[in-house]
């Protein structure tokens, strides 16, 4: 509930702020990983791989979304990089 909050606070307060809602997004996945490597809250095994892998998954995307915003001037690597988000996207969905 936290991580959604400063999500939303993020994108309200900061909208002229790429910086600070892409910040916000690694951070809050960066430490799910952490807090599911540590305390493990699943009690079945490949639940809390799971969980990570979700993660992990979630933050290179959001690693990606770094290049597709305006730090990035390439107009074709931003297309070939949208392109890979939808790809991972699609394989994730599948």
């Known amino acids: 509930m936290i991580r959604r ?9 900061g909208e002229t702020y790429v910086f600070l809602q892409l910040t916000t997004m690694n951070i809050g996945s960066f430490i799910i990983i952490l807090y599911v ?11 809390n791989r799971l ?3 979700n993660e992990a998954i979630v933050l290179s995307l959001s ?6 915003s305006d730090y990035q001037g ?20 599948l």
């Open 5 to 13: 909050l400063s999500y939303a606070v993020a994108l309200v307060f």
């Open 37 to 47: 490597l540590i305390q493990q809250p699943y009690r079945v095994g490949y639940m």
């Open 51 to 53: 969980e990570v892998a």
């Open 63 to 68: 690693y990606i979304l770094w290049s597709l």
């Open 74 to 93: 390439s107009v074709d690597m931003k297309f070939q990089l949208g392109w890979l988000y939808c790809f991972v996207i699609l394989v994730c969905v």
